[in-house]
């Protein structure tokens, strides 16, 4: 088996964050298409300017079907297909493809200052 590329796609509330997606940066609205295998982002960083960054984590699974195509053959293979597969995590993908980030702004600091208070005669 040969890993598998996947189109990721960011969007956020507002427009216009940054986005490090593997060796792709962008900004959203975005989608990158991202290498299989052990090669797949653990997590990004969503950020603007103005606003809270945000960290979201990429959802990986198990294609259980390589597994399969990989054991049928081993029998008469022996455990090479599985080995194979095993060192170049072929066997992962990404489970969800769009991700949706609401990016909350920074609170700004209120002066504070006391109000001034008019004596009552």
């Not at 956020?12 to 940066?25: E, F, K, N, R, Y």
């Not at 909350?104 to 504070?112: D, E, G, M, N, Q």
């Amino acid at each position: 088996m040969a890993n598998i590329d996947q189109q990721i796609s960011v969007t956020t509330q507002p427009d216009d964050a940054d986005v490090p997606l593997g060796s792709i940066t962008g900004s959203t609205p975005m989608s990158a298409t991202v290498p299989g295998g052990y090669s797949i982002p653990q997590s990004t960083q969503v950020s603007k300017q103005g606003y809270q960054s945000q960290t979201i984590a990429i959802q990986r699974g198990v294609r259980t079907s390589h597994l399969v195509q990989d054991f049928l053959p081993g029998l008469l293979l022996g455990p090479i297909p599985l080995l194979v597969d095993a060192i170049t995590g072929d066997w992962g993908y990404v489970a969800n493809t769009n991700y949706h980030v609401t990016l909350h702004p920074i609170p700004t600091a209120v002066s504070s200052a006391p109000a001034s208070r008019q004596e009552m005669k």
